[in-house]
């Protein structure tokens, strides 16, 4: 269990995915850019690239946690993480808005 202000430190964003590429060599994982409003072209690894496929995700708004201590993975500085469900078979599922939200909104 975590309290009240540890949670609240976590800056959740809705990110719209601009450009997706796997990383050469690797079965799992995506170079995403991502588009936040403030900030146009951030780098986010994730581990997704083996249930989600690089067309299925650019021009989607989905949610990002922004405020992580930059990561490099692969030689790829990543500066973030995708939120996604988990399916039945363990593999991730995107998440994205009812509607269209500006890149950069807040979710809480």
Known sequence: ??????????EVK????????KVPETDKLLKLEVDFGEETNRTIVSGIA??????DIIGKEVPFVVNLEPRTIRGIESRGMIMVAI?????PVLL?????????SLVR
């Open 1 to 10: 269990m975590i309290n009240y202000d540890d949670f609240s430190k976590i």
């Open 14 to 21: 809705i990110g719209k995915v601009i450009n997706a590429e």
């Open 50 to 55: 083996h249930a989600i496929n690089t067309e």
């Open 87 to 91: 399916d039945a078979e363990e593999n």
């Open 96 to 104: 994205n808005p009812s509607k269209e939200v500006p890149p950069g």
